[in-house]
């Protein structure tokens, strides 16, 4: 069943904007942190940014920071990916998770309870 529901995604060129949504789908639940994943064919899945509701805190890969920004509204378990200064290194498939622990932000997959299908990005040079 789909829990989350990412949308924003498309074919872009380099240098663009991009905003990518995340809600829930279905029936609600609790979430302490979201966060951005994002899986290119051939490779793991990585962390790209994460959202902790209690401080609140934002945190982000290297390779984004500077350039993505995450925000979101607790109380409706929705984060948004706002994406500048896109390169071709950011193609790939991108989901939103939910974490339904408390405790520190994790960057580790696993440590998510709640996902997404994944929207794409494709990035054109």
């Known amino acids: 069943q789909v829990q989350l529901v990412e949308s924003g995604g498309g074919l872009v060129q380099a240098g663009v904007s991009l905003r990518l949504s995340c809600a829930p789908s279905g029936r609600t639940f609790r979430t302490y942190a979201m966060a951005w994943f994002r899986q290119a064919p051939g490779k793991e899945r990585e962390f790209v940014a994460a959202?902790?509701?209690?401080?609140?805190?934002?945190y982000y890969a290297d390779s984004v920071k500077g350039r993505f920004t995450i925000s979101g509204d607790s109380a409706k378990n929705t984060v948004y990916l706002q994406m500048n200064s896109v390169k071709p290194e950011d193609t790939a498939l991108y989901y939103c998770?939910?974490?339904?622990?408390?405790?520190?932000?994790?960057?580790?997959?696993?440590?998510?309870?709640?996902w997404g299908q994944g929207t794409q990005v494709t990035v054109s040079s």
């Open positions: 998770a939910g974490d339904s622990n408390f405790g520190p932000v994790s960057r580790w997959p696993s440590e998510y309870h709640y």
């Open positions: 959202i902790s509701w209690s401080g609140p805190g934002t």
